[in-house]
């Protein structure tokens, strides 16, 4: 079971609309990341957020951390085929530092 | 070199065989850390070098399994008589800080298919 709840698993949208993907837990974390995944590549660093409730954006990229610190979101406007791959949320407690514990990701696929 | 290296890029081992995965972080970085992506999962958590010391090991699944980094550079997972649910694909990650700080950069994995 993972500590981290990533929904949906599975995503498939047209170019051009938007997308949301949550992580969900019920342990807080001081510090939660995400980070995006291509096929036969490691895991690339997208965000860290650090602060609840705080929002970062990154071009058509918005994430969010809850209040709590136990929850973020990933939305993506006008998403693009260059937008698809496996979207992994990841959370961080005290002094573990980057021992981050990982969601089970949300495959995300773009169709032109 | 510019990023984290590792080889063998794929392997496929009988069961029973002894495995042997390098990690070569980048250059100076204090942190590493080995994780484990089963296919359709996120990695999970094995083990975390700081230099040279292995602070954490808590998430090796078993005694088969053994790391190593003795000068505090290059990095060796070891993986004794390889059994089926070994199949996965092994992370390797590292950062400048200490405790992993700072940001986190991972290498392409080592893909082991156990037959």
């Known amino acids: 079971t993972q500590l981290l709840e990533q929904s949906p698993q599975f995503l498939s949208i047209q170019e051009g609309e938007n997308l949301t993907v949550y992580c969900n837990s019920s342990s807080v974390f001081s510090s939660l990341q995400w980070y995006r995944q291509e096929p036969g590549e490691g895991p690339v660093l997208l965000v860290t957020?650090?602060?609840?409730?705080e929002v970062k954006k990154l071009k058509r990229l918005t994430f969010q951390f809850g209040d709590a610190r136990k929850d973020s979101s990933l939305h993506i406007t006008a998403a693009q085929p260059g937008d698809t791959g496996l979207y992994l949320c990841a959370g961080a407690q005290g002094a573990a530092g980057n021992k981050l514990t990982f969601g089970g990701g949300t495959r995300v696929l773009v169709k032109p | 070199g510019a990023g984290v290296s590792q080889s063998p890029r794929y392997k496929v081992a009988k069961r029973g065989q002894d495995v042997a995965l390098r990690c070569d972080p980048i250059s100076g970085h204090v942190s590493l850390f080995w994780y484990q992506q089963a296919l359709g999962q996120g990695p999970e958590f094995l083990t975390y070098f700081q230099n040279e010391a292995q602070l954490d090991k808590s998430g090796l699944p078993s005694d088969r399994f053994f790391a190593e980094r003795p000068e505090g550079s290059v990095s060796t997972l070891k993986i004794q008589r390889t059994q089926q649910e070994d199949s996965a694909v092994y992370l390797c990650?590292?950062?400048?800080?200490?405790?992993?700080?700072?940001?986190?950069?991972f290498g392409e994995g080592s893909r082991l298919t156990v037959l």
């Open positions: 957020v650090v602060t609840g409730g």
């Open positions: 990650a590292s950062s400048l800080g200490d405790r992993g700080r700072g940001e986190l950069f």
